[in-house]
């Protein structure tokens, strides 16, 4: 059998034709930092069953990565619900959201609850089908006959799902005689999957993979109970309007029966809004504090906000961070030695807390401007004065982080994260990432405002990311309150902006992986043209247009 040449990085390797990626992927493991669980050829994800039968250049996707990572959770899913089934064959495994580091899933047995006793049979059962190491078989099929084999097997929610996919190709997993469907890769056996903890939590259990900078250890769990409330609230919105899956989303577009659902949507978020103002109200705030990650609608929460607020008869005065910036020369370097405009210190946050307690006082401050064109802060006369019924609305990236504002007496402040939380997803094991949202909101606002392409949004997305990581998430527990900007029809609505941006991106373009990832999730999803329902006021129009309170 005649050699093939493997490029990986600057080394050149020599197999033989017919070598599958998982042997070359064991010869180079302790080369990285993470498990690895997939390759990359000609711009193209590969799992580890693949066969290389020619020259090429090869690249490996470990667990540091977020694609590497989405494999290795999913696998440990895959186990998880087989383990589940395998010990109580008829429960009902659903994998809600991320959580602490990991998946939060549930877990009914009958009319029984999950304790310890029955979390630790669980976990045993994993180990053991992990310790066998068994086979996870791809099957491709087509949809007649992954539908018929899902009817067959009962998973009713799972085959209708399959009926709205638009692809008929579809890709189904084997492993002994557990059979399931996935929208991504996976990893070719159980034995992959050495590194994983399951933590109790609430009335599920959190699943946890390896950590980013420990493969031999597992994710450490990070208790969210603030976060872990709003998604239960988000749930419960979704029993409330009768949606839990994309199917019954897909079936209420299909049968016209949609504009409830748009108004119920619009009307529970003007309720909590109205809510969180009769807070700020009651308990006399006088700074109040919005935090969010990109593409959450923080700008069309602030602005619903003061009109609520104003309803209560106060009178809200926005204060812009940027202009606290201080001079450019003075900014902070990040590792690579560029300025870093994120960072807390590329604030003057001497300036800032000294203002805000004047303000608090009855004091009238002068009013910086930053001037982004010399990089220096102005003062042109422009002074500012409030009374006890105007609350300060100061929104940013560090507006939960409690250096901003160390001055202030905690009793004065009220704190608000925004996320988008996505409240439905494919079916009960194929979740949607929220972060999968928040870039289909950027993608479509980015182009549609911005004159920015799908492909500079999505080469961006990582640089945004770390930002959030480093600023954003590890304070959104500080949180008085948080708010979920998700509208549970919304992926039926962007889905006609973005698919015609994602197929612009073609398969030798550095996103296109991302593209393409995407675009294989929004497939299942029925499009939805009519927006007559949507109130100029709706979040969501701050990245479709329309919008009546966003310039």
Known sequence: MCNINVKIGESNYKYKKGVILENISKDLSSKYKGIITLGKIDNKLKDLSTELNKDCNLEFIDTTIADGMRVYTRTLSFIFIKACEELYPNCKVTIEHSLSNGLYCEVKIGK??????????????????????????????????????????????KAELLKYKEYDDV?????????????????PSTGYVTVFDIKKWKSGVVILGP?????????????????????????LWSDLIGVGEVVSLNKAITENKYSEIIRIVEALHEKKISQIADIIKENNKRVILIAAPSSSGKTSFAHRLSIQ???????????????????????????????????????????????????????????????????????????????KDQPI?????????????????????????????????????????????????RIVRDYNFRGYSAEKTILNWDSVRRGEDKNIFPYQEEADIMFNSACLYELAILKKYAKPLLEEIKDDNEAFIEANRVLKFLQYFVELDDELDIPPTSIIREFIGGSRIVD
């Not at 049979?121 to 791809?138: F, G, L, M, P, T």
């Not at 994260?417 to 870039?439: A, C, G």
Request: aromatic content about 10%; hydrophobic content about 35%; overall charge negative.
């Open 171 to 187: 890709k189904i997993y084997k492993c002994g005689s557990y059979i399931n469907h996935f929208y991504g890769h996976m990893l």
């Open 309 to 387: 607020l104003k309803v209560n008869n106060l009178h809200p005065v926005p204060i812009s961070l940027d202009d606290y910036f201080v001079n450019r020369e003075d900014t902070p370097l990040d590792e690579f030695g560029n300025y870093d405009f994120e960072s807390i210190y590329a604030i003057d946050l001497e300036l800032f807390n000294s203002d805000l307690e004047k303000l608090l006082k009855g004091e009238e401050i002068r009013l910086p401007k930053f001037n982004f064109k010399t990089g220096k802060r102005e003062f042109s006369g422009k002074t500012l004065k409030i009374d």
């Open 112 to 157: 029984q609850n999950l304790n310890d006793e029955i979390l630790d049979n669980i976990k045993a059962q994993v180990k053991s089908i992990i310790d066998r190491n068994e086979n996870i078989e791809k099957i491709v099929t087509n949809k007649e006959n992954a539908i018929k084999i899902f009817e067959e097997r009962h998973d009713y929610i």
């Open 393 to 441: 609305i100061l929104e940013g990236i560090h507006a939960l982080n409690p250096m901003l504002t160390k001055s202030i007496d905690e009793k004065d402040k009220f704190k608000i994260y925004i996320s988008v939380l996505t409240q439905i997803n494919l079916d009960n094991h194929n979740r949607i990432p929220t972060t999968d949202l928040r870039l289909i909101r």
């Open 211 to 235: 950590s980013k900078l420990d493969k031999t250890k597992a994710q450490e769990f990070i208790p969210q109970h603030k976060l872990s409330n709003i998604y239960k609230e988000s749930e």
